[in-house]
């Protein structure tokens, strides 16, 4: 494996790379494609079970019995029906990330990050967030038996936390002293270099490890597909590492010969806070994306108004001619709904937000109606019940009689 700093241009080597090294940019990894070309192949990959670990040799890990893991991976791929023939679609798949062990696409990340940290000799591992990628962490701080640290917004909800401190994780909310500056991540610098602790949230930045762990998806897209990739995958974007991460992966099995064409990628960001989509549209300079000056959205987990990995995303945009939209979060509430009631399938508004892209690219033409289309639903609809409750009918009260039955029916 070889490291270097993507803003900085330093270089490290497996024994002495860091999570980060404190100049703002994500450290990269670069395989050996060649020699993993040895431990890879078609039929080898379909014969081994395991999850994300079956491709432990393109994980920055140097031993297995590094590993971290609660099976976290090996999500189903299923093709819509009902929700496709409602947008007019032929060929529309959904890659269900809400079963991951702590309900979302951040596992993937995150135990690798947890697992390097362990490797390391980390004793105590720390984010600044209060969503996915906390949960992700503390849970497996968890399983590794680390200390987990979280630093959460003053206003977090309490819904949230409790999910942290269930798993063991010690929880603070930080005050905001200055307009445009997160206490969280400052308090999360600060505390990680003075104390010696390692950051691990899912910002590239800050661990280059946990980056590596996102691959996988893009992995196993390729491989549920039969090594024939979808003509788009629309993704749902904050800071933008899933987007970035699926398609590294994808890039290095098409390197590796595994598959043949890059599938066309996506960058969905609500309206309210869209700094990646409005740097791809203004050509903005990767590594000075300007950050969004507020964070109003339904979709909180898409809601990073600085893109720690923005420079990422845009390299794989240009890279695999791709698109980037905004949408407005009743478009959002809205496949929250259908995707429930036509598929079965419970998701967050963040977990949702690339089909409402879906339909505002297909009503512009961009996406033909006949293309292949793979949607990660990127997190659980456990995340945010508020939400589901508002937008759903209320529960009726009625007394254990049929008539009484009959006419509630017939008045919903």
């Not at 609660?70 to 990330?97: A, C, F, N, V, W």
Request: net charge negative; charged share 25%; proline share 7%.
């Amino acid at each position: 494996m070889k490291y270097k700093c993507a803003k900085c241009g330093k270089e490290y080597h497996d024994d002495n790379a860091p999570a980060n090294d404190g100049c703002g940019g994500r450290i990269d990894i670069t395989f050996d494609l060649e020699a993993a070309k040895d431990s890879f192949s078609k039929s080898q990959l379909e014969r081994t079970r395991g999850g994300l670990w079956k491709y432990f040799e393109l994980m920055p890990l140097r031993r297995q019995k590094s590993i971290v893991t609660l099976g976290e991976g090996d999500t189903p791929l299923i093709q819509s029906k009902r929700l496709s023939l409602e947008m007019g679609l032929q060929s529309l798949y959904l890659k269900l990330e809400t079963v991951c062990p702590s309900g979302s696409f951040k596992d993937r990340p995150i135990c690798v990050g947890v697992s390097r940290a362990s490797e390391d000799g980390a004793q105590t591992v720390s984010a600044a967030s209060s969503g996915n990628a906390a949960a992700a962490m503390s849970t497996y701080a968890a399983r590794a038996g680390l200390r987990a640290v979280v630093f959460v917004p003053e206003d977090a909800p309490a819904g949230k936390l409790i999910h942290l401190r269930t798993l063991g994780a010690r929880v603070f909310r930080v005050h905001k002293v200055e307009e445009g500056v997160d206490p969280t991540t400052t308090l999360l610098k600060a505390a990680c270099s003075e104390l010696g602790w390692t950051p691990t949230p899912s910002f590239g930045p800050f661990n280059c490890f946990q980056f590596e762990g996102t691959k996988s998806l893009g992995y196993e897209i390729a491989e549920q597909l039969s090594w024939s990739p979808p003509d788009w995958i629309l993704f749902p974007t904050g800071s933008g590492g899933l987007m970035a991460g699926t398609m590294k992966g994808l890039w290095e099995f098409q390197q590796m010969g595994l598959i043949d064409m890059l599938p066309r990628p996506v960058v969905v960001q609500p309206e309210g806070c869209a700094p990646i989509v409005r740097a791809f549209k203004e050509d903005q300079d990767p590594l000075e994306i300007r950050p969004w000056d507020s964070n109003e959205t339904i979709a909180g987990g898409l809601a990073d108004p600085f893109p720690w990995d923005g420079d990422a995303a845009l390299k794989y945009l240009h890279l695999a001619d791709g698109k980037a939209v905004a949408v407005e979060d009743a478009l959002i509430e809205k496949y929250l709904v259908l995707l429930g009631k036509l598929e079965g399938v419970f998701a967050e508004p963040s977990g949702v937000a690339a089909l409402a892209g879906l339909e505002v690219l297909v009503e512009q033409g961009v996406i033909d109606r006949s293309d292949s289309v793979v949607v990660p639903i990127t997190g659980s609809g456990f995340k945010d019940l508020e939400t589901s409750d508002r937008l759903t009918p209320p529960v009726s009260l009625i007394g254990p009689k049929v008539d009484e039955l009959k006419r509630a029916l017939e008045e919903a």
